[in-house]
Antibody
Framework: QVQLQQSGPGLVRPSQTLSLTCAIS??????????WNWIRQSPSRGLEWLGR?????????DYAVSVKSRITINPDISKNQFSLQLNSVTPEDTAVYYC??????WGQGTLVTVSS | EIVLTQSPGTLSLSPGERATLSCRAS???????LAWYQQKPGQAPRLLMY???NRATGIPDRFSGSGSGTDFTLTISRLEPEDFAVYYC?????????FGQGTKLEIK
């Protein structure tokens, strides 16, 4: 049974970097059948797909236009996990962040608040 | 990017009734790569349908999806009490993937 376990701080200061990790069990981050996504949800922005990483003979990433200049999603093969880094955060980045595999498997969600 | 518009914003129905939810895309969704999700308070979204009309594992057959191109529909044939929730569509045919704003299905 595939599971995703998220970890990371729930409070980030404005202008700092938001960092979250998603640990994978029951699958491998380098699977050529899976894509690993980060999605967030807030009352003001609804559900927002942020980006993904996936391996198809080589590593690929693509990102939402709204965060493209500030986001990095990286796989970590040695730990079988992937991460989200979002730079220069503002209170607008306050949301519940989810990691997902493809469409159907979601992590438990992490509420991240951006506040001083 | 593709903008998805869901209607209605809120749908008030009674158990046993039929629910029809709409999702309209600003441009054609590649390969009809359109998914539907159900979300209840405090939970992550749950995948219901993919490629517009394919039920995900474990989804009851009272849920059905249809449509192609820019117009898609989720139908719940006979509402059960556990079906009252918020429903989202998502297109994953072209990056960036995008979600609709949701339809809240509430008990009348």
């Amino acid at each position: 049974q595939v599971q995703l376990q998220q970890s990371g701080p729930g409070l980030v200061r404005p202008s700092q970097t938001l960092s979250l990790t998603c640990a994978i069990s029951g699958d491998t981050v380098s699977s050529n059948k899976s894509a690993w996504n980060w999605i967030r949800q807030s009352p003001s922005r609804g559900l927002e797909w942020l980006g993904r990483t996936y391996y198809r003979s080589k590593w690929n990433e693509d990102y939402a236009v709204s965060v493209k200049s500030r986001i990095t999603i990286n796989p970590d093969i040695s730990k079988n996990q992937f991460s989200l880094q979002l730079n220069s955060v503002t209170p607008e980045d306050t949301a519940v962040y989810y990691c997902t595999r493809n469409l159907g498997l979601w992590g438990q969600g992490t509420l991240v608040t951006v506040s001083s | 990017e593709i903008v998805l518009t869901q209607s209605p914003g809120t749908l008030s129905l009674s158990p046993g009734e039929r629910a029809t939810l709409s999702c309209r895309a600003s441009q054609s969704v590649s390969s009809n790569n359109l998914a539907w999700y159900q979300q209840k308070p405090g939970q992550a979204p749950r995948l219901l349908m993919y490629v517009a009309s394919n039920r995900a594992t474990g989804i009851p057959d009272r849920f059905s999806g249809s449509g192609s191109g820019t117009d898609f529909t989720l139908t719940i044939s006979r509402l059960e009490p556990e079906d009252f929730a918020v429903y989202y569509c998502q297109q994953y045919g072209s990056s960036p993937y995008t979600f609709g704003q949701g339809t809240k299905l509430e008990i009348k």
